[in-house]
């Protein structure tokens, strides 16, 4: 079969096409000029574009956390938001998102559950495809990560996931599966093994992948995960990353001409590089130059490209919305333009969509602010939130907009809002910023940065505007980075210093050596390495408006990366004193609206949560907040479930996950009522987890099978806190008849039609999910399992059909023995209602036996 890259591919010399499949830089590949080809360019995502590259001069828009938007059971939203990162990828000249991350919530103590959408793979899928569908509109390859049962951090670069064949088809592969037949131009191989195989080396990239799915995009590796010459050449694996060094390159063109490569492979993994090339427009002729035309349908980026995003918003007013702190330059990237425009107003909608309201006793929610005179806003996370999780997902956000500010600019005017954080959960110090550091050499707020030489010769300075540097412009051969700061102290007291870098580090205070030490490297976890040294720390007295010179300084030593961040923090209440004020506070207050939430320490990329409990006092301080004022709201900011053993003491609880920069504004709209909160739990909510993730002698066993989630609660014998799909609203609905068709054939799909009518005083949305049931299957089947699901929305009084389209795979299993998609005949139980554990209308449908 002929391909139309063939003529490309056979100019290329061996050495020319091997080149093409190592990454050129970090970030980027290599270009081939006489090929018309430039080179791609990728970047991190799913909660924003951070572009090539970590630097706080190039901000971005900071979109909800993964499992915020599986929260909103809406792929329309979520297909918005996918352009929206479309055409964020353009504005910073990026080809390939890496993103969306389609792994499943095995268990909650994965680090990077947040991240992921949910532990049902069919609710996985469809947002995973609308995110797809809605980056690749762009011409921006969007990539299915991380192929595949990559689903937990312990261990993560070695460990080998044992899944059995068919768990492996119903669950963990089926996202992937289901994004490639969306037509995602790139798929990721994860750094864990399965079933004895690493991935950039696993027979499942070529089956099902390649083969019996028809997946003609690329295989770019997780970066580093490339580890063997002949092994991952032979394989269906494409493109190894970062470059430009790996075990790709001279060696891979040696292992060809002795035939332990053959050739072919590596046309193959070429023709893939350049049909992806192709398709973002990095690939010309020659005679039209290197610079390709944009994709087929896909218009020039625009100020006004945005405007249809947002529904009913006007377009951009152009410039006049600033994307950077005022008195600081412009993003090399161009201006991001939010304030009043749609992007904004569609990552606030986007906050709303995906908030749950687990309880609404009273109901006491949404609040009426005209009978506000006073609201107390109590917790650690309401003035310093979690917006998005830690790790290669970060972003720097263009704003983040917090709780308080929210509430705060809501009841402008008509109540007084006061704040306390009531404890303190968080211990890692803040890096130097915009408000409190100047840059000794020009006087500009920020730090400045230098790159010295091993005898202290400077070959580099540049103004940054964060003490976390964890990429400096690298000139030359660098055996050091100094960072230089201004310190002008708010308050006086004792001041907490730090620096955080591998090697030898120091920190001086005014010439007065407080930190000299050899930070020795214990992981080669390129998040470990890269975004998290540990720190080191030191106490000085400090006096209220006098400035200190801060200089800091760490050795580069070659492989333990080029991060470093120089941290101050002022003294602060003891616990005794801030959980006291927090009390007096809400006691005083009409209401009391308590922000708790998770820390980078319990949630992020890198490792595993070793519990599900609020870090800190939380509990009790909600529990006192509660008893000092009964009107008490708990906002949960966290990206996964936690442990709420309060739920049953305070009237309302919300969850808002990591809602990304429009948080406060987003919250303030469904606490006081201008927005409902429309989300509904992709994940169960229990206080115990019931997989681990702990490899035992570097082997993790799904010895759970098809039982993860909401399959493994129906087997216990108590419920979990709240279900998989739970959510309130704020109106309530009856469900009033269910009509399926009375046979199917197999492999068929079918309709369920679902009559909801809305019961309550205000308009509503309504998210009316299907469930199947197998009583007496001659195969094992989980208790029941999400079949379709449907969003509706009614006004009081109206009743409305949901259309649920159930596709034929809800009826399949996989067949070990066969290898293949199988039915069982006889009759199935179709459930609907609002959530796995309320399921009021039942129904049958029968699976015609096949023919002969």
Known sequence: MTDEFDDVVRKLGLERKVRLLTGGTAWSTYAEPDAGLRSLVLSDGPVGVRGPGWDERSVSLNLPSPTALAASWDERLVERLGALLGDEARRKGVDILLAPTINLHRSPLGGRHFECYSEDPLLTARVGV???????????????????????????????????????????????????????????????????????????????????????????????????????????????????????????????????????????????????????????????????????????????????????????????????????????????????????????????????????????????????????????????????????????????????????????????????????IDDTPTPLGLDDARDPRGGEPGVLVRLLSADGEELHAEHRLTGRVLEPTIVGSPAAVEIRALLCPRVEGRWTLAVAG??????????????????????????????????????????AGREVELVARRRMDPGSGVAFVLAADPPRRSEEEEFAAAVELARGADVAIVVAGTTEEVESEGYDRSGLALPGAQDALVRAVAAANPATVVVVNSGGPVDLPW???????????????????????????????????????????????????????????????????????????????????????????VEVPGEVEPGAPFTVRVQVRNTGGRSGGEVVQVYLTRPGSGVERPVRWLAGFARVQAGPGESVEARVEVAARALAHWSPERHAWAFEPGSFTVLAGRSCGDLPLTATVAVAAPAN
């Not at 690493?198 to 590796?221: C, H, I, Q, R, Y």
């Not at 087929?296 to 009913?312: C, D, I, R, W």
């Not at 992007?343 to 009426?368: C, F, K, Q, S, Y």
């Not at 429309?678 to 759970?704: C, D, M």
């Open 502 to 543: 591998w090697d030898h580090v120091s920190l001086a205070a005014d010439g007065v050596t407080l930190i000299d030490d050899e930070v020795g490297r214990d992981s080669d976890d390129p998040a470990t390495v890269s975004l998290n040294p540990p720190y080191r720390r030191a106490e000085v007295e400090l006096t």
């Open 647 to 737: 739920r049953e003491e305070v009237p309302a609880v919300l969850l808002s996950w990591f809602p990304g920069q429009e948080y406060g504004h987003g919250l303030a709209e469904v606490l006081f009522g201008a927005a409902e909160p429309g989300g509904r739990l992709p994940t169960t909510w229990a206080g115990r987890a019931l997989a681990g993730t702990t490899p035992v002698a570097g082997i993790l066993a799904y010895t759970e099978g098809l039982h993860i989630g909401h399959r493994a609660w129906l087997r216990e014998p108590s419920p979990p806190a709240y279900w998989f799909g739970h959510g309130l609203g704020y109106t309530t609905w009856a469900y009033e008849s």
């Open 130 to 424: 609308a995110l797809v569908r809605g980056v690749q509109s762009r011409g921006v390859a969007a990539t299915a990560k991380h192929y595949v049962a990559n689903d937990s951090e312990t261990e993560r670069l070695t460990l080998d996931a044992r899944v059995d064949e068919r768990t492996l088809r119903e669950l963990y592969l089926a996202p992937f599966e289901a994004a490639v037949e969306a037509g995602v131009w790139v798929v990721m191989a994860a750094y864990n093994g399965v079933n004895g195989a690493t991935m950039s080396e696993n027979p499942l990239l070529a089956e099902p992948l390649k083969g019996e799915w028809g997946f003609d995009g690329l295989v770019v590796s997780d970066w580093g995960a490339v580890r063997s010459t002949v092994a991952a050449g032979r394989a269906a694996q494409d493109l190894a990353m970062p470059g430009p060094d790996g075990p790709w390159g001279e060696a891979l063109v040696s292992a060809v001409r002795a035939g332990e490569v053959p050739e072919e492979a590596i046309d193959d993994k070429v023709r893939r590089l350049l049909r992806l090339a192709s398709r973002v427009g990095a690939l010309a002729s020659p005679s039209e130059g290197s610079v390709a035309p944009l994709p087929k349908g896909v218009a020039p980026l625009t100020g006004e490209s945005l405007a249809g995003l947002a529904e009913g918003v006007a377009p951009f007013a152009g410039e006049s919305v600033a994307a950077v702190p005022e008195g600081v330059a412009p993003s090399a990237d161009g201006p991001v333009r939010v304030g009043a425009g749609a992007a904004e107003a569609l990552l606030r909608e986007a906050v709303a969509a995906g908030t749950v309201l687990l309880r609404n006793e009273g109901p006491i929610l949404p609040l009426d602010a005209e009978r506000l005179r006073t609201v107390a806003v109590i917790g650690p996370n309401a003035a310093a939130p979690r917006i998005q999780g830690g790790g290669s997902a970060g972003v720097y956000p263009v704003r983040t907009v917090s709780p308080l500010e929210g509430i705060r600019a809501a009841l402008a005017g008509r109540a007084e809002v006061v704040h306390a954080a009531g404890v303190h």
